[in-house]
């Protein structure tokens, strides 16, 4: 089997829509499907009726409470959604998008791509979380792809890139890159110590400020050594500010 | 107006198909549709309620009795099919046929690109006026392409051979990328506050800790504000260990 992307569908609402993602994955060969708190529940009846011959993606869908915990074990996430917000980001095209995820993957890597719901698409929370953004260029005067036709686009996009990739890969270091659970950790160790430090003031720009870093960890290519690191940086500060204390 | 090509939609069935293709189309900015003979007759309100903002083109959609008269001014026809049927035909993928279609129209060529019914697909007989057969690469265990799945992939690869503009772009955000001093001036603070604080120990190790750390910032694609951030971090840190001194 070869390496491939998990597509992770963060809170979809219709079951015929997670149906039709799971057929769009299927026609170019993708079946690992992750899902997010689906509104209705999971099973769904109409989820398996759409899906008629790509079930079995259903049945081996892994579910997830939360954004962080789908993406928990990935090196390197991407978000894919019409809007650029404001953030740091990288923005790919799909086919640049999956030609570098072909490349990560080829390097042992695991990545995932983030589906939003239908009518809002991903929320910034998940979208900080990505290392990088793909935008399909749609006619800006109509840009009203569905969920099924972005999970299309960019599985087609996926099987035309890794016909092509071969020998070439992103060369880590010797023990790789981290996990997007670690950086999780990483960043939530950072937002404990500097809100007890009173580092988020004002409170009104508190949230944002809070995005803003959490963003910023993500646009990092961090290695695990490199998370170690910065958690060290941190700790250090903290034990020599309580030892003064 | 660019110049584009015609899609068009031979012998479709349900309206709503019509329509979906319809919005397809509009995605990527195409909006010169040609309808053969639809079962259900035309207009079709089921149509028109499924391509919602795209309706226009439905309105302006020109109908036709048979593929001949449909394709009559084209001086390219490709046909969409995912059966190759011991033809001479060549086939090419979405994206070679639709770089051929760009050159072809850039040198004032008129292109046609038909798709068939829902169920069968295209005739031989539509199938034999084509001078390119265009087969989207599906996973051959699951070819299970819809009518506007179709559509929306070769309009998809319309937009992007026809577009010289690139909209990818790894924006910076508003005040640009980190020049390198600033980078260094920031890698100096981390390194004068953590030596304060004990960082570098066991003596013997520090030198290549120290570099080990300038390394991480050097590799990290930091912005302006990213700087200021982390000088703030370490600043707020600094500033509350002293206040609990």
Redesign the interface.
């Known amino acids: 089997m070869t390496r491939q992307p998990d597509f992770v569908l963060v809170r979809p609402q219709m079951g015929e829509n997670i149906g039709a993602a799971a057929?769009?994955m299927?026609?170019?060969?993708l079946d690992r499907m992750r899902i997010v708190s689906p509104r209705d529940g999971w099973p769904n009846p109409a989820a398996a009726a759409m899906a008629?011959?790509?079930g079995r993606l259903l049945d081996t869908a892994q579910l997830f409470d939360d954004t962080a915990a789908a993406i928990d074990d990935a090196t390197h996430v991407y978000a894919t959604t019409a809007r650029?917000r404001?953030m740091?980001t990288?923005?790919?095209?799909p086919?640049?998008a999956m030609q570098d995820a072909a490349l990560r993957l080829a390097g042992g890597e695991r990545v995932s791509v983030l589906f939003g719901p239908e009518r809002a698409g991903l929320e910034n929370d998940d979208i900080a979380r990505a290392n990088t953004i793909i935008?399909?260029?749609?006619?800006p005067?109509?840009?009203?792809?569905n969920l099924a036709?972005c999970v299309?686009?960019t599985a087609?996009e996926w099987?035309?890139q890794a016909?092509e990739v071969t020998h070439e890969a992103v060369v880590p270091g010797p023990d790789g890159w981290a996990e997007a659970g670690e950086v999780e950790r990483l960043a939530e160790h950072?937002e404990e110590?500097?809100t007890?430090?009173?580092?988020f003031f004002p409170e009104h720009k508190a949230a944002s400020m809070r995005r803003?870093?959490r963003n910023?960890w993500s646009?990092?290519?961090l290695t695990k050594?490199?998370v170690r690191?910065f958690h060290?940086?941190?700790r250090?500060?903290?034990?020599?500010?309580?030892r003064?204390?």
């Open positions: 057929r769009a299927w026609n170019f060969g008629s011959g790509a650029p404001g740091t990288p923005v790919m095209s086919e640049r935008t399909v260029p749609v006619n005067a109509f840009p009203s792809l036709q299309l686009l087609y099987r035309r016909a950072y110590r500097l007890e430090a009173g580092f803003t870093l910023l646009r990092m290519p050594a490199d690191i060290g940086i941190l250090q500060l903290v034990r020599d500010r309580d003064k204390t």
